[in-house]
């Protein structure tokens, strides 16, 4: 089974091609343009992948070495996302298995992350318990074999990615933030200042997170330092940022599958390749005796070859309507 995925739900164009259960080729064309405003600009995203979406499919077959007629599947996000920037792609993949006269199928953006363990082996066991953390994303589900799902909780404000590059900005750090705050941390000590840590002390059967006061926190303490001081101790700061981030998300998780009696933990989405992160769970679980799985960096981050394998996970289910293949309402996902 051969499939074409396409990602286009905030920044990054993406496409790509699996080829059964190997991933031929895997696009991705980071818009740079953001960084000069400190984030995603909607417009700007959109016009980005109205720019580059042919040239990265056409890349994306070259690159599999296959003809579009050898195609037997054409995938896409439908949502969530910026929705100017989730048209471009969906628009195109529509067009594309319309033209090819073959099966259109939408996926979910969130749900790709969250089983984008199933890009390369080893895949984890059902059930399992999926932390999903991204810029605009933070929850805890549960998943079973037949793809469903069942959210046990998630951010009540902000999303953790979103407290790295919000809090990166107040540092002075380019966008995104993430990777930068997670570079400095290393040559930094996390317990230089303590900032808070939500919803931990006593929610042992809460499993929500928020992010919101970890940024004012961040915010208030800058607030009253000198700039010499924050230079000179930049990486201690970015270490305790990222100490209060990654500690909570890590408990939270664990507290979680000891209460389901769940012996799988699946870590997905693009604050997942944060390196301290992936830490703390090697450790947490080689304790505890959980099996731990997180895809390689390379698909923690959107990309399409998430899309193009959860569409195979659906086919292989007998989840495709054919009978609905070109007249999937582009907005749907933005309902309800």
């Keep these: 089974m051969n499939i074409l995925g396409i990602e286009s739900s905030c920044d990054d164009t993406s496409a790509a091609v699996l080829k059964g259960n190997t991933v031929a080729s895997n696009i991705i064309s980071s818009h740079l343009a953001h960084r000069d405003f400190g984030g995603v600009v909607p417009e700007i995203a959109s016009r980005e992948h109205e720019r580059l979406i042919v040239s990265v499919v056409q890349r994306a077959l070259e690159e599999a070495n296959i003809k579009k007629s050898d195609l037997d599947i054409v995938a896409a996000t439908v949502g969530p996302g910026l929705i100017g920037a989730v048209l471009v792609g969906l628009n195109f ?27 390369e082996e080893p895949y984890p066991s059902f059930p399992f318990l999926s932390l999903t ?10 998943v079973r074999e037949d793809l469903s799902y069942t959210i046990i909780g998630r951010t009540i404000d902000d999303a953790a990615g979103e407290a790295y ?51 004012t926190s961040v915010q208030t303490y ?12 930049l ?16 408990t939270k998780t664990i507290q979680a599958v000891q209460k389901y009696g769940i012996e799988t933990i699946s870590v997905a989405g693009g604050v997942s390749a944060n390196s301290e992160l ?23 981050t959107d990309n399409a070859a998430m899309i193009a394998s959860l569409a195979r996970l659906k086919a292989e289910r007998g989840q495709i309507d054919n009978t609905l293949r070109y007249n999937y309402p582009a907005f749907a996902a933005f309902q309800g």
Excluded: W
């Design 235 to 250: 990486a201690d700061i970015c270490a305790s940022i990222q100490e209060a981030i990654t500690s909570v998300l890590v």
């Design 165 to 215: 590059d919000k809090t990166g900005k107040m540092l002075g750090l380019p966008y995104p933030a993430g990777p930068a705050i997670d570079k400095l941390a290393k040559q930094g000590d996390p317990n230089f200042h303590k900032f808070p840590q939500a919803l931990t002390k006593g929610y042992d059967e809460n499993f929500d997170f928020s992010f919101s006061g970890l940024k």
């Design 222 to 233: 800058l607030s009253n330092q000198t700039d010499n001081f924050i230079q000179t101790h």
């Design 93 to 119: 993949a529509e067009a594309f298995a319309f033209a090819l006269q073959k099966p259109f199928v939408p996926i979910n953006h969130i749900e790709a992350h969250i089983f984008s363990t199933f890009i």
């Design 278 to 300: 992936r830490r703390k769970f090697e450790r947490a679980c080689a304790e505890k005796g959980f099996a731990l799985h997180i895809p390689k960096p390379i698909y923690s």
């Design 133 to 142: 953390v991204s810029g605009g994303h933070t929850l805890l589900a549960i």
